[in-house]
């Protein structure tokens, strides 16, 4: 499935098959960077400068873009699938790991009911409730909590036990980003707060008007 996506910010797949000894193997470019969460954890304020986060999640939108546009869904968008190249300067993303992705127009079920996939912290409501009828619009929220723990260090929800977590998300209450950092401009805090809706209907439809938001919320 990656690689059928066109996109410069999604990791190469040159090449796949079967060894003599019947183990399969996959052929990727090698990559020369750090994740988004080395990134994070490496920043002396805990969390990324405005405008450099805000390059690095339009890149990754624009990655995850083109995989909706030929119905793949990724599932599991978080920091360590990030990797920024050349990260001193104008970090470069290239968007990893997708074994957990689906191609929505498939004819065999990949997910069976019930099942919750992705990585819980990044994790949008309906995964947990419904991950087999999980759209494109999973990808945008688990996009807004990578965006929130860059511009502010942090995740929006949380808890002690992974029960906990998901109660959070469930309920879907966070502190606004700009609590977290006074310093990021309040309209940020509006497209959190749209970006992150339990309903999928109430949320962004698509990146291109996500990120567009996000842009002018950044000014």
């Known amino acids: 499935l990656a690689a059928r996506i066109k996109s410069p910010h999604i990791v190469r797949t040159l090449d796949h098959g079967v060894m003599e000894s019947g183990r399969p193997y996959i052929i990727m470019e090698l990559l020369d960077g750090i994740t988004l969460s080395t990134q994070i954890d490496r920043s002396p304020t805990g969390h990324l400068e405005l405008q450099r986060a805000r390059s690095i999640i339009a890149q990754i939108g624009s990655a995850l873009g083109k995989a909706h546009e030929i119905g793949i869904i990724h599932r599991d968008i978080k920091p360590d699938n990030v990797i920024l190249i050349d990260p001193d300067d104008e970090a470069f993303v290239k968007v990893l790991d997708f074994g957990l992705a689906k191609q929505t127009n498939a004819n065999r079920k990949l997910t069976q009911p019930g099942a919750v996939l992705g990585t819980l912290h990044y994790m949008s409501p309906e995964q947990f409730t419904h991950a087999e009828s999980a759209d494109h619009r999973a990808d945008l929220w688990s996009l807004a909590v990578v965006a929130y723990h860059a511009l502010t260090g942090a995740v929006p929800f949380f808890g002690a036990t992974a029960a906990d977590v998901m109660h959070a998300i469930l309920e879907g209450k966070f502190v606004p980003a700009t609590e977290q950092n006074p310093e990021l401009p309040p309209a940020l ?31």
């Open 189 to 219: 805090d509006g497209w959190f707060l749209r970006a992150l809706q339990l309903d999928p209907n109430d949320r962004f439809d698509a990146t291109k008007p996500m990120l567009k938001a996000l842009r002018e919320a950044c000014r």
